[in-house]
């Protein structure tokens, strides 16, 4: 996945800081994000529920949301998001929790405490590129079936499911775009041109 041409990344596993700020405590969990629909989830389960605020951020794509948790309005979700956005990260969710010290850190405080514990948390975890993938189908002789699957090794594409039919083995993938011209033309040449390759979402 790119964003003007630049490459965007997302988690490998979890990640966790901690740190200190005029006697606060801010711990930043972060973990990858598998879809918008579990980011709720997500969140509840990094939160920390005896902390005095679970501030939090994800992005998923275009897709994002950020929330204070009672701190002052623009002062702990949205530097958790430019903390995120900064690093070119995606498909993340981060939570920063923090233990209330007994001073009062002032919103700028509070941005530069839970935006920088987020951050730090983040470049400490270690990421991958985000790879984005297009659907294909082919359909092949039966002959060709250990062909296609060393290619889908080969290429890191993905098998979403196959079916047998009586001419054929037609089979629905998931290639790396960039490798797609690769796999069209290796394909192509592994089954001397018999090879129906359909690019898209196909229907059954």
Known sequence: MTDNGHTLFTLNGSGEHETTFKRSRFIARAVGLNSVDCADDVIAALSLTDASHNCWAWRFGENY???DDGEPAGSAGKPILMAIDGQRIDRVAVVVARYFGGIKLGVGGLMRAYGGC????????PSAPVIEMVAVQVRIDFSANNDLHQLIARLHAAKLSERFEANG???RLEVPVHSLDEFCELLT???SGSAEIAVGNQGD
């Open 169 to 171: 083995l037609v089979s």
């Open 65 to 67: 949301r950020f929330d």
């Open 189 to 191: 040449d592994l089954t």
């Open 118 to 125: 987020a951050a730090e948390c983040l470049r400490q975890t």
